[in-house]
Structure formats: structure tokens, C-alpha cells
């Protein structure tokens, strides 16, 4: 098959012709229609993920058709429509045990763990477990953007942060995943208030839902420009991004008994970042990481997006081929364009 291929980290990044994958005896290959191009993806080239085995094929956001099955599948025949959630669970640890496959001891996640989606065809270990049926009504280019973004975000607001309406909610970062955040938030009654360095992602965030912008480039004190615009703090803050700045912005800028859910990957110097730890304990703040989100609760999410509740293809920016994927991951460090990349083999 044809797969987007690198041998080493920061190295070219090529199209070769490598190996069909087979299914394990629990698991299934699927024929990726659609997959999603992540600054995850560009973390795992640049050697940030140490569960990487070079050399390597990237891509963890995707939906298709299953095209084979292993021997002790159950719920697969192959032809079905079906995506994955970019975390998936063993099944036989206590976490798993627990419902709360995202967090396994034992995980594996396409493109990381094993090859990934930026090929013709991927392997899913644990397909009874991981697996979601797709339903007709959700195209696979919607369903491949839902990725790691969406979702996360979607377990970030709805089931860390439990938002309900008339709360403000601030978004810290307007790419990806605090777009899909925004538009969750909005969806549950919230009034949200996204937070960037670029206008034109603000002005983007105000087109899905955003009822207030703040372009954090012109604001000297970001926390306490938030508190003044909702009249004392936010009662969820997320932070999309994955940085100090807006990590401690984050946490500063809730109201007492306030949520803080870190999404955004934090790397490098910024691993360990400053939080005003005094605030956390007077003011009984409430902090949560969101990771994932298990298989069982995307029908919830699903049956949202159907009935227009949730319109996530709205965050589509561009489709792009296979062929084009080696330059845009390479670039992805610049933050060029805005919503979501997916990747399809008829672009």
C-alpha cells in the first residue's frame, strides 16, 4: 500500500509503497476514507512522542470501511462503516474495567503506538472494544475530523467540565481543538469566550459561537482582562493550546470553584508550567486533563451531530491528497490556516 513514511525524527518525510497490514486475531484493518492532519502528528515526527518506533507511519484521526477481520472479532463482518477513537483500550486492565479506556494502562494509539492512517489501510487492535459504527448520515471527511480534536474536547467540556447553560466558558488557543471546544460549549447554552494572538482565527471563532474574543497579543494581562468581560471569572477554562502562558491564564482566569481542563500538549521548558497554586486552594478551583474518549460514549456525540446540535464539519478548512501530506506536516509548527486539515484519497 501507499503510506506517508519517515525513517528518522526531523527527517524527509516521503511516499513509499510499504506493507498491507493484517489483523490480529482481535483486531481489524480498516480502508482509510478520511483522516484527519494533527500538530500531534508533527509532535511524533519531531521525536516529542517517546512511544514511537522508527521507522514510521503517522495518522491517528480517521474513519473508513472494514476490509478485514481477525479470527476472534465479534462484531465485525467487514464493509462497515466505522472510525476509531486516536486512544484505545486493552480491555482486560482496571482502568478498562472502569469504562474509562482513554486512560489504559496497556493503550495503543494509531500512529503512535503502531502505523497509522496515512496510508490506504490501518490495523485496530481490540475492535470489539474500540471500534464505533459510523452512521450513514456523518460523511467520512466529518467523521475523520471528529479525530482527537473533537473528542477530546467533547469529553474535555462536556464530561471533565461538566458546562451547562448560562455558564462562561473561556477557550484559550483557536485551533483545532479550542474551535471544537467552542462550538461543544455553545452548543450545551454557554457563553464562550475564546482567547488568540490571531484575528483571524477570533473572527472564525465568532462565526461558530464565540459570543466574546480576546486577542491575548493586545491584552497585557489576560486573566484579569477575562474576569472583567464576564463579571468575575469563568466557571470552565480550557486550555486548547498547550502552553505556560495559557495554562496559568487559564487557571487565573476562573471564577471561584471554577474548572481548569488542560488539553493542549505541553513540551519541552514549558513540561512543567507555573499554576497559582494559592488560587487553586483558596478558591477551591478544580483542575482536570482531558485525554481522549472512549467508544462508548461517542453514540452520545454522534446522535448530537445528527440531529445538528453539533456541526463539526463547519471546522473543515481544507482537504488535501496523500501526496501532499510530507510538505504540511512539516509545516505544521508555522499555524497556517485555520480549522481542520483532512486528508482524502480523492483530494
Not at 264 to 284: K, T
Request: hydrophobic share 40%; proline share 5%.
Amino acid at each position: 500500500m501507499k503510506a506517508v513514511y519517515y525513517e528518522n525524527y526531523q527527517s524527509d518525510i516521503t511516499i513509499n509503497t510499504v506493507p498491507d497490514p493484517t489483523p490480529t486475531p482481535d483486531g481489524i484493518v480498516i480502508k482509510v476514507e478520511a483522516t484527519g492532519l494533527c500538530r500531534s502528528d508533527w509532535h511524533g515526527w519531531m521525536g516529542h512522542d517517546p512511544d514511537i518506533s522508527l521507522p514510521h507511519v503517522p495518522g491517528h484521526e480517521l474513519a473508513g470501511i472494514v476490509v478485514a477481520v481477525g479470527k476472534d472479532v465479534t462484531r465485525f463482518k467487514g464493509g462497515e462503516r466505522v472510525t476509531v477513537p486516536f486512544v484505545g483500550g486493552c480491555g482486560n486492565c482496571g482502568e478498562c474495567h472502569s469504562g474509562n479506556q482513554q486512560v489504559c494502562v496497556r493503550q495503543f494509539q494509531p500512529g503512535f503506538t503502531h502505523w497509522g492512517s496515512f496510508a490506504e489501510y490501518v490495523a485496530i487492535n481490540y475492535a470489539d472494544l474500540n471500534v464505533v459504527d459510523l452512521p450513514e448520515e456523518i460523511d467520512f471527511v466529518t467523521a475523520a475530523s471528529l479525530g482527537c480534536r473533537f473528542v477530546t474536547s467533547f469529553r474535555g467540556v462536556v464530561d471533565q467540565g461538566k458546562v451547562s447553560a448560562g455558564q462562561w466558558v473561556a477557550v484559550h488557543g483557536c485551533g483545532g481543538v479550542g474551535l471544537s471546544a467552542i462550538m461543544i460549549a455553545k452548543s450545551l447554552g454557554a457563553n464562550v469566550l475564546a482567547v488568540d494572538i490571531k484575528e483571524d482565527k477570533l473572527e472564525f471563532a465568532k462565526s461558530i459561537g464565540a459570543d466574546l474574543t480576546l486577542n491575548a497579543l493586545d491584552t497585557p494581562r489576560v486573566s484579569s482582562a477575562v474576569k472583567k468581560l464576564t463579571k468575575g471569572g469563568v466557571h470552565v477554562s480550557v486550555d486548547a493550546l498547550g502552553s505556560a502562558t495559557t495554562c496559568f491564564n487559564s487557571v487565573a482566569n476562573l471564577r471561584r470553584r471554577g474548572k481548569h481542563i488542560q488539553i493542549g500538549l505541553l513540551l519541552g521548558d514549558e513540561l512543567h508550567p507555573p499554576i497559582p497554586m494559592e488560587r487553586v486552594i483558596a478558591h477551591e478551583l478544580e483542575i482536570y486533563g482531558s485525554h481522549g474518549m472512549q467508544a462508548h460514549r461517542y453514540p452520545a456525540m454522534l446522535q448530537m451531530i445528527k440531529s445538528g446540535q453539533l456541526e463539526p464539519q463547519k471546522l473543515i478548512g481544507d482537504t488535501i491528497g496523500l501526496d501532499e501530506v510530507p510538505e504540511a506536516l512539516a509545516n505544521m509548527d508555522s499555524f497556517q490556516g485555520v480549522g481542520v486539515t483532512v486528508i482524502t484519497p480523492n483530494a
